[in-house]
């Protein structure tokens, strides 16, 4: 007959101190943040220009009114957003596995890939969505796209596409070099090496910082904006300039948010799931 574990006394006690101390810990960080919001809350509804504000970025009639436009607009951003990612990655790969080669008849194309992740992490990606969006029409060249929204994430793809690719870089050059050994050493090729051995595992260690650039991502599709599409910021940018009230800017602000919070959050887990299982 198997005797059922007991806990001792002093690993109850222990147990029971360790609940008591977060239960502690949790009420003082919810009283201080109470009461750094009611201060905060406080000096800026008693500041001079509040009643101005308030009118201007916290008109809930123009919210209401602009709110169907916007949401529309934001069904445009996310879409862009479902669209350029899966590219992002792949471009970001290839680029990453590119700038890896190492046989002298390929070094045009590592040069190449060195040459596209400098000069696309070093122009601001507003500057290549204006020359996307204005100098790929401009070639009237057959071919060309000409929606607004498709050259948009044409930009963001060659803009995220350098980052991702240094993500991706840093992911495989973090795994040692006595793996791609052991795989060569069992008969497989440099590409298999790379495929069932390496990139598995450097993958893994790069989706949270994946995640923080698809977060940056997605506000970025507001920049698609300053080319014409009929996206979020596009809408409520139409409402402020016919009634001259911001409002319809918060009405995007909060839609932007609500998507990007979930987003970070998550990526937060999983960082925090990566250092658990490292044992850091």
């Not at 509040?50 to 916007?70: C, K, S």
């Not at 992002?88 to 002298?104: M, S």
Request: charged share 20%; net charge positive.
């Amino acid at each position: 007959m198997v005797s059922k574990w007991v806990k001792s006394e002093r690993q109850a006690e222990r147990e029971r101190m360790r609940r008591s101390r977060s239960r502690r810990t949790a009420s003082i960080a919810t009283a201080s943040t109470v009461v750094f919001v009611v201060m905060v809350g406080w000096i800026v509804t008693s500041s001079p220009g509040w009643p101005r504000v308030r009118e201007t970025f916290f008109d809930f009639g123009e919210f209401r009114e602009a709110l169907p436009d916007v949401l529309d607009g934001f069904l445009l951003n996310i879409k862009m957003f479902l669209i350029a990612e899966p590219l992002i990655l792949v471009v970001g790969l290839l680029v990453a596995l590119a700038r890896g080669i190492r046989t002298p008849a390929f070094f045009p194309i590592r040069a190449l890939a060195t040459l596209y992740t400098d000069v696309f992490r070093g122009v601001p990606t507003i500057l290549v969505i204006y020359l996307v969006g204005f100098g790929l029409p401009a070639l009237r060249l057959q071919g060309i796209p000409t929606d607004l929204a498709t050259l948009g994430i044409i930009a963001l793809t060659l803009s995220y596409g350098a980052y991702v690719a240094e993500v991706f870089r840093s992911g495989i050059e973090s795994i040692h070099p006595s793996q791609v050994a052991a795989a060569r050493s069992l008969g497989l090729s440099h590409g298999k090496a790379m495929r069932f051995v390496v990139l598995p595992q450097a993958t893994r260690r790069v989706v949270p910082p994946l995640l923080n650039d698809f977060v940056s991502l997605q506000k970025d599709t507001a920049l698609v904006a300053t080319i014409g599409p009929l996206e979020a910021l596009r809408q409520a940018q139409i409402h402020a300039a016919s009634t001259f009230n911001y409002t319809p800017y918060l009405a995007a602000a909060l839609l932007f948010i609500l998507l990007t919070i979930p987003m970070a959050r998550f990526t937060d887990h999983l960082a925090a799931r990566t250092r658990r299982r490292r044992g850091v």
